[in-house]
Nanobody, 124 residues
Framework: QVQLVESGGGLAKPGGSLRLSCVAS????????VGWVRQAPGKEREPVAC???????YLADSVKGRFTISSDAGKPTAYLQMNNLTPEDTAVYYC??????????????????WGQGIQVTVSS
């Protein structure tokens, strides 16, 4: 059984930083893409970032220059370093995994597995 476990969320001040971690267990295929998707109150889920085992990488325009995504080589993990946070980044952040090495970008329905989500709140 594949499980995605997220950690690292919490409260940050505007301009601050947080680092989210996602570790997938029970996944045995050698190809995958792991992404971060967020959902703010009253809004639809939106893709934030993704990194595939074939070096496919995606970052949403709204976070470019502030967020970076990385992973452990050969492991279905994803780390989201979030810098210069703004209140607009407040959301529940979900980790998701798709059984392909290419990031699905905006096609969120292609993700095969989802984590439970972790709250990120940016407030002074």
């Amino acid at each position: 059984q594949v499980q995605l476990v997220e950690s690292g969320g919490g409260l940050a001040k505007p301009g601050g930083s947080l680092r989210l971690s996602c570790v997938a267990s029970g996944y045995s295929l050698g190809y995958y893409a792991v992404g971060w998707v967020r959902q703010a109150p009253g809004k639809e889920r939106e893709p934030v970032a993704c990194k595939g085992s074939g070096d496919s990488t995606y970052l949403a325009d709204s976070v470019k220059g502030r967020f970076t995504i990385s992973s452990d080589a050969g492991k279905p993990t994803a780390y989201l370093q979030m810098n210069n946070l703004t209140p607009e980044d407040t959301a529940v952040y979900y980790c998701a995994l798709v059984k392909t090495y290419i990031c699905p970008v905006r096609a969120l329905g292609l993700y095969d597995y989802w984590g439970q989500g972790i709250q990120v709140t940016v407030s002074s």
